[in-house]
């Protein structure tokens, strides 16, 4: 019987981001990925949503190596909190191709932890020994360059990890997925598990590739020849950076960034060969106020209407280096991520008020996925046939949906697994089995205080829908007195005069409330909490809001 390999869901699946999984044999680890998620509306003032490490933290000493897939933030963005909550992790390996590890050293480098870490760059079909596994990496294609596949041999058989994938006949790079090889695996030795994308699980078709987005944009150049043309994409997007530049370039136009990850991006591509714009063709928003603005394309980041962003201060007049008019053509060259859908709306409005022309992916083909539907999916499928399949990457219900198609194509309900964050799968000589759960937990990132606790997130909401209301007062409880106060102050609740008649309303009821828990013989906490329900009592019948309730009652000094 072959030493069984467990795979622990850290992240990823049940959303999209966040992804994390260690891999284990014989007591030695690997991590694959290490992403993190962004907040929503939901989660005022959280900077980043990671993995608990808490598991990868208990585990340091048998933690070899990581490998990083490709650039994306839902698989790199939670390596600095990784390196800074868990110092053990100190001098481990991190795999991965050239350029993806030039932005993960970028981004451990502004947190100070760059040294924490080993760079091993890899390139295509390099195979290399990673902690217990031999690892062999392919190229993919997705709409990030120098993605890789990873094909780990362990003592159960290859375990397939797609990465993010797609396919694409003609990728901006001529670099295409490389099914020959998952073939040739899969004849000899036989890929025992894949790991597969499911992110476009439940899209029926193939997506469209990149190079047909480059015919759109030189299209959408032409039509807008005369004006100043603006364009939000994501700043990870090298190649669809490249189409933006070769239609501009055509046109005479000199290539402006604008957004620190922007021209971080485009400068660490050229580096690396991956983007190809003359020197004299490209400047920062900083170094552009000499050219003639119709003779520039200005690639923004904030294609997400991100808070702050680039693009989003130009819809609300306060860039201060864009001011929009009539002679601009603002292209939205991405579809809004899920949850972002209104933050876009509000910036494409904000635009077309002040003058601009939009164009987005609604209407004209500006944007292609970067993951498989279920054509390219089942491609892979059949190519890699693999004995055994657990879905990653995606909503609970695209998790679902992949595992259907693996149905549909013939596979056993025994061969597929659907796990998700915090589980523990055992791969032996029988299968997949779920053996345990770790925390899958999100944890929230407030960018200086560190973890969040829930309570912290829910009092913020309600801070933001129904403010903020205190109670203060000194009370001589032996005497049975209100000694001072109470004052009530709010904020974020009532304006002006009414401010002033709820707060003076509210500290009539809570003293009341106070003086009649001290004739009963209350002591502070009792008094306390009358205060807090009297005050509540009041808000909620006058105004019909729960704003968050803090007493301060001390004990009087008499
Ligand atoms: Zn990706
Ligand atoms: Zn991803």
């Given at each position: 019987?072959?030493?069984a390999?467990?795979?622990?869901?850290?992240g990823?699946l049940?959303d999209?981001?966040?992804?994390?999984?260690?891999l284990?044999?014989?007591?030695?680890?690997?991590i694959?990925?290490?992403?993190?998620?962004?907040a929503d509306?939901?989660?005022?003032?959280?900077?980043?949503?990671?993995?608990d490490?808490?598991?990868?933290?208990e585990?340091?000493?048998?933690?070899?190596?990581?490998?990083?897939?490709?650039?994306h933030?839902d698989?790199i963005?939670?390596l600095?909190y990784l390196f800074?909550?868990?110092?053990?992790?100190?001098?481990?390996?991190?795999?991965g191709?050239?350029?993806t590890?030039s932005?993960?050293?970028?981004?451990?480098?502004?947190k100070?932890?760059?040294r924490?870490?080993?760079?091993?760059?890899?390139?295509d079909?390099?195979?290399?020994?990673?902690?217990p596994?031999?690892?062999?990496?392919?190229?993919?294609?997705?709409?990030?360059?120098?993605?890789?596949?990873s094909?780990?041999?362990?003592p159960?058989?290859?375990i397939?990890?797609?990465?993010?994938f797609k396919?694409d006949?003609?990728?901006?790079?001529?670099?295409?997925?490389?099914?020959?090889?998952?073939?040739?695996?899969?004849q000899d030795?036989?890929?025992r598990?894949?790991l597969?994308?499911?992110?476009n699980a439940d899209?029926?078709?193939m997506?469209?590739?990149?190079m047909?987005?480059?015919?759109?944009?030189?299209?959408?150049?032409?039509?807008h020849?005369?004006?100043?043309i603006?364009?939000?994409?994501f700043?990870?997007?090298?190649?669809?950076v490249?189409?933006?530049?070769?239609?501009a370039?055509?046109?005479?136009?000199?290539?402006?960034?604008?957004g620190r990850?922007?021209?971080r991006?485009?400068?660490?591509?050229?580096?690396?060969?991956?983007?190809?714009i003359?020197?004299?063709?490209?400047?920062?928003?900083?170094?552009?106020?000499d050219?003639?603005?119709?003779k520039t394309?200005?690639i923004?980041t904030?294609?997400?209407?991100?808070?702050?962003s680039?693009?989003?201060?130009?819809?609300?007049?306060d860039?201060?280096?864009?001011t929009?008019?009539?002679?601009?053509?603002?292209?939205?060259?991405s579809?809004?991520?899920p949850?972002?859908e209104?933050?876009?709306a509000?910036?494409?409005?904000g635009?077309a008020r002040?003058g601009a022309?939009?164009?987005?992916?609604?209407?004209?083909?500006?944007?292609t996925?970067?993951?498989?539907?279920?054509?390219?999916?089942?491609?892979?499928?059949?190519?890699?046939?693999?004995?055994l399949?657990?879905?990653?990457?995606?909503?609970?219900e695209?998790?679902?949906a992949h595992?259907?198609l693996?149905?549909?194509r013939?596979?056993?309900?025994?061969?597929?697994?659907?796990?998700?964050d915090?589980?523990?799968?055992l791969?032996?000589d029988?299968?997949?089995t779920k053996?345990?759960?770790?925390?899958?937990?999100?944890?929230?990132?407030d960018?200086?205080?560190g973890p969040?606790?829930?309570?912290?997130?829910?009092?913020r909401l309600r801070?933001g829908q129904?403010?903020?209301?205190?109670?203060?007062?000194?009370v001589?409880?032996?005497?049975?007195?209100?000694?001072?106060?109470?004052?009530v102050?709010?904020?974020?609740w009532?304006?002006?005069?009414?401010?002033?008649?709820l707060?003076?309303?509210?500290a009539?009821?809570?003293?009341?409330?106070?003086?009649?828990?001290?004739a009963?013989g209350?002591?502070l906490?009792?008094?306390?909490r009358a205060?807090?329900?009297?005050?509540?009592?009041?808000?909620?019948k006058?105004?019909?809001r729960?704003?968050?309730?803090?007493?301060?009652?001390r004990a009087?000094?008499?």
């Open positions: 019987m072959a030493d390999v467990k795979l622990t869901f850290l990823g049940g999209i981001g966040r992804n994390c999984a260690v284990e044999t014989g007591g030695r680890m690997v694959l990925d290490c992403g993190q998620m962004f509306e939901t989660q005022p003032g959280v900077d980043s949503i990671i993995p490490f808490s598991f990868i933290a585990n340091a000493d048998r933690i070899e190596a990581c490998v990083v897939t490709h650039v933030e698989h963005g939670g600095p800074d909550m868990v110092p053990a992790l100190d001098g481990i390996d991190i795999y191709s050239a350029f590890l932005l993960v050293r970028h981004k451990l480098a502004e100070n932890l760059q924490r870490a080993n760079f091993v760059p890899v390139v079909h390099e195979k290399r020994r990673i902690g596994f031999d690892c062999e990496f392919l190229p993919v294609t997705h709409s990030t360059p120098m993605g890789l596949i094909a780990f041999t362990t159960q058989g290859i397939l990890h797609s990465s993010d396919l006949h003609t990728p901006v790079d001529g670099r295409t997925t490389d099914l020959a090889r998952i073939g040739a695996l899969s030795p036989g890929i598990l894949l597969a994308d499911s992110t899209s029926p078709g997506s469209s590739s990149e047909e987005v480059g015919g759109v944009l030189r299209q959408v150049f032409d039509e020849r005369d004006q100043r603006i364009i939000g994409a700043a990870s997007h090298i190649h669809r490249q189409q933006i530049a070769d239609a370039l055509e046109q005479g136009r000199t290539i402006v960034t604008l990850s922007m021209k991006n485009v400068a660490l591509a050229r580096d690396h060969g991956l983007l190809h003359p020197d004299s063709r490209i400047v920062d928003i900083d170094a552009a106020d050219l003639d603005p119709l394309c200005i923004s904030g294609s997400q209407g991100e808070h702050r680039a693009l989003t201060l130009m819809a609300t007049g860039s201060r280096w864009v929009i008019g009539p002679t601009d053509t603002v292209v939205f060259s579809h809004p991520i949850g972002n209104a933050a876009v509000r910036v494409r409005s635009l002040q022309t939009i164009v987005h992916s609604g209407q004209v083909d500006v944007h996925t970067g993951h498989g539907k279920r054509q390219e999916l089942l491609a892979l499928h059949s190519v890699a046939h693999p004995e399949f657990i879905p990653v990457h995606g909503e609970f695209h998790l679902i595992a259907e693996a149905y549909d013939g596979m056993s309900h025994d061969n597929v697994l659907v796990a998700t915090g589980d523990q799968i791969l032996d029988e299968g997949v053996v345990g759960r770790v925390s899958g937990a999100y944890v929230f990132m960018g200086s205080a969040l606790d829930g309570g912290v997130l829910d009092e801070l129904g403010g903020f209301v205190s109670v203060s007062a000194e001589d409880v032996g005497a049975g007195q209100v000694a001072f106060g109470p004052v102050a709010s904020r974020g009532a304006a002006g005069d009414e401010r002033f008649d707060e003076t309303g509210a009539t009821e809570a003293r009341e409330a106070m003086e009649k828990a001290l009963n209350a002591d906490a009792d008094v306390e205060a807090r329900r009297a005050v509540g009592g009041y808000v909620n006058v105004t019909g729960r704003p968050v309730i803090v007493p301060v009652i009087s000094r008499r």
